[in-house]
Structures are given as C-alpha cells and as structure tokens.
C-alpha cells in the first residue's frame, strides 16, 4: 500500500498538515488518538469517513518519517 493514495498535505486544509484525503482528520489527530490507546475500530467508529487502509496509511506515512529523521547527538 502506498500511503500517497491516502493522505494529502494542502496549505489551504488545516494548514498543510497531512491529512486523510478528502478530510480535514489530520495524521496527527489519528496518531494522538492511537497513542491514548484507541484501536483501528474506536478511530472508525469516532470517524466513519475512514477506512482500516485509511489508518493504515497514517501508520506507514509515520514509520516513514520516523525512518527518514536525522538525530542529532546532544552536546
């Protein structure tokens, strides 16, 4: 699954944050809902306009970012 096919990033929706296509339900939203221990279901219950591929999408767009980051060593 490619997670472009999901999510967009547009300046004129919720400031250019990624979000689900055709939503103003921004990536970070699912992830802080998720983090607070809220499963695939309790998000597409909360938010029926969404789909598991939907939130699996958020998913692999995070673990790509996460993958791609740069840390910098503290001094």
Do not use: C, H, Q, W
Not at 35 to 52: F, H, K, N, R
Request: proline content about 3%; charged content about 25%; aromatic content about 6%.
């Amino acid at each position: 699954m490619d997670y472009r096919d999901f999510l967009e990033s547009n300046s004129d929706v919720m400031l250019g944050k990624p979000v689900i296509k055709g939503t103003r339900i921004t990536v970070e939203l699912v992830l802080k809902k998720m983090s607070e221990g809220a499963s695939v279901e309790d998000i597409i219950m909360a938010y029926p306009i969404l789909t598991i591929n939907s939130v699996k999408a958020v998913l692999a767009y995070a673990s790509d970012m996460v993958s791609n980051e740069t840390l910098i060593a503290a001094a």
